[in-house]
């Protein structure tokens, strides 16, 4: 099982470019997730998503959007990239709701210039 | 609404030291307690966590979490710390019932020195 995966690994875009960070996972999990990490500020929830064609928002959902339509894929699109989207992003998944353990990618380092 | 607070933001300990990394919690009813490392440039991964029964869990790498319901806390121990060991620490917490919002601490970053 090659787990969670994202790509691109690094990407620096400029300000107003749009792009789209992928995940797919390979566990057959039903609940996937996009945090964003910062300095200071741990990780955060950005939109979540309990099952194909099921998403809704997190914490700080603003200027991105998410799409389900298959159990494995999870892209998060930024609409209209800003300076302050500058951070590591993270896609986690997991089997169910009771057990809840997470499995992490190794994480998106974007730049926003 | 839940939050974990995480009270050092950096932790230095010689190796072969004991450590303990502080976690308070805030949330209603029972949690759901865990702890994450994440190695530099790597993505988090589970060390333990609690739901329920025994409040003294154990987890993978020798690190143990006791939880205590009268200080809302869920500190993680290890008795012997090894050079390895130097990374962040996340403590979080989820809340029961439905789909389980995590949130995580700001993390602890650990330096283990010779």
């Known amino acids: 099982n090659a787990g969670v995966t994202q790509t691109p690994k690094f990407q620096v875009l400029k300000t107003g470019q749009s792009m789209t960070l992928q995940c797919a996972q390979d566990m057959n999990h039903e609940y996937m997730s996009w945090y964003r990490q910062d300095p200071g500020m741990g990780l955060r929830l950005i939109h979540y998503s309990v099952g194909a064609g099921i998403t809704d928002q997190g914490e700080v959902p603003n200027g991105y959007n998410v799409s389900r339509s298959t159990t494995e894929d999870f892209p998060l699109r930024l609409l209209s990239a800003a300076p302050s989207q500058t951070s590591v992003y993270f896609c986690a998944s997991s089997y169910s709701q009771s057990s809840n353990e997470q499995f992490f990618g190794p994480g998106t380092r974007l730049t926003v210039l | 609404a839940q939050s974990v607070t995480q009270p050092d933001i950096h932790i230095t300990v010689s190796e072969g030291a004991s450590l303990e990394l502080r976690c308070n919690y805030s949330?209603?009813?029972?949690?759901?307690l865990f702890w994450y490392v994440q190695s530099p440039g790597q993505g988090l991964q589970l060390l333990l966590k609690?739901?329920?029964?025994?409040?003294l869990v154990q987890g993978i790498k020798g690190f143990e979490a006791e939880f205590k319901r009268s200080q809302s806390s869920f500190n993680l121990r290890k008795p012997s710390v090894h050079w390895s060991d130097a990374a962040e620490y996340f403590c979080a917490v989820g809340s029961s019932g439905g789909y389980q919002k995590v949130t995580f601490g700001i993390g602890t970053k650990l330096q283990v020195i010779p």
């Open positions: 609690y739901f329920s029964g025994d409040t």
């Open positions: 949330y209603g009813a029972t949690p759901y």
